[in-house]
Nanobody
Framework: QVQLVESGGTSVQAGGSLRLSCAAS????????LVWFRQAPGKEREGVAA???????SYAESVQGRFTISKDNAENTLYLQMNNLKPEDTAMYYC???????????????????????WGQGTQVTVSS
């Protein structure tokens, strides 16, 4: 049974940092496309960062240079390090996994949220100004 469990979301002031974690079970990270998505109230879910089976990383333009996605295959855990947070980063953050995507297509701009079969429950990040 596949399970994704996010943690690390909280309230923080602008300019602060957070690290989100996503503990995975039921599959191995090293063969899976892993993506962080976020959804703010009244907005569509958007991809934030993706990491493929060979650890190629891609980012949304809005977080480039501030966020870093990484994974620990031994611990089967996905991370999102978020620095210099801004109020517009406020959202529910979700990790999602798809073990069936060819690694060349595990890129922001190519992945489609609706196609991901496995999702966590989300963790709330609130950034105050």
């Amino acid at each position: 049974q596949v399970q994704l469990v996010e943690s690390g979301g909280t309230s923080v002031q602008a300019g602060g940092s957070l690290r989100l974690s996503c503990a995975a079970s039921g599959f191995t990270n090293d063969q899976t496309c892993l993506v962080w998505f976020r959804q703010a109230p009244g907005k569509e879910r958007e991809g934030v960062a993706a990491i493929d089976a060979v650890s190629f990383k891609s980012y949304a333009e809005s977080v480039q240079g501030r966020f870093t996605i990484s994974k620990d295959n031994a611990e089967n855990t996905l991370y999102l390090q978020m620095n210099n947070l801004k109020p517009e980063d406020t959202a529910m953050y979700y990790c999602a996994a798809d073990p069936n995507i060819n690694y060349r297509n595990c890129r922001l701009g190519r992945v489609v949220a609706a196609a991901f079969p496995y999702w966590g429950q989300g963790t709330q990040v609130t950034v105050s100004s």
